[in-house]
């Protein structure tokens, strides 16, 4: 593969019908092929299921994102910011000013509780400005509001009702994960951060990615 890594699944609708290409392995020593089952994290492309999950909530009334975060996170020390500045990334919090908030072994409501000792990068509303930490704000709201963990209320209100059976939080039967050092491809079991699922760490296939397109 172009990029050094040793396996790809794709999957491609065309007129309503699925179509699946994958290549190499999805682990190299124990010669497993990659396929239309394989799992994979799927990193930012976690967000668009915890933006789905907080706009059903919205839908059923138990929110609204117009509402100031502190509605549902009173300790949270950001009154000006709406659940809106979260989800489109106007907050003022970057992956360049405060990535370091995240820690490994952090749970979720740590992880937003972190965000009290912040300055914001820039102006509320002021810009569009990435900032991951944004989305496990969402994450934790979704808890507080549903009475559930971020994993079982994705799991029972998102993954299950879109027939999403190969989707999850829970880091099992991963494909084996690589990593490049030097132009070499090498085994690397890269950390679950527990305070970051909701930005980063859904796992699927891409059977349920072309479900969920």
Not at 68 to 74: A, D, G, H, K, R
Not at 80 to 85: A, F, G, M, Y
Request: with cysteine.
């Amino acid at each position: 593969l172009l990029s050094g890594g040793p396996g790809i699944s794709v999957g491609i609708i065309k007129d309503d019908y699925p179509f699946y290409y994958n290549c190499g392995y999805s682990d190299v020593d124990e010669q497993i092929m990659a396929s239309p089952d394989t799992l994979y994290e799927l990193a930012s492309v976690s967000k668009s299921f915890t933006a789905s999950g907080i706009l059903k909530l919205e839908k059923q009334g138990m929110l609204n994102m117009t509402d100031s975060i502190q509605e549902y996170l009173p300790n949270l020390n950001m009154s000006s910011l709406t659940l809106n500045h979260f989800l489109y990334h106007t907050s003022g919090i970057t992956n360049e000013d405060h990535m370091y908030l995240i820690k490994e072994q952090d749970t979720l409501k740590k992880t937003v509780d972190n965000l009290n000792s912040i300055d914001l990068a820039f102006l509320v509303g002021e810009r569009f400005q990435y900032g991951t930490l944004n989305y496990d704000v969402l994450g934790r709201v979704i808890e507080v509001v549903s009475g559930q963990s971020f994993e079982s209320y994705m799991e029972n209100e998102v993954f299950k009702p879109l027939g999403l059976t190969h989707t999850t939080l829970n880091n099992d039967k991963l494909a084996q994960g690589y990593k490049s050092s030097f132009l070499i491809m090498s085994p690397y079991d890269a950390p679950t951060y527990d305070g970051n699922k909701p930005a980063g760490y859904v796992i699927s296939n891409v059977k349920d990615m072309v479900k969920w397109m």
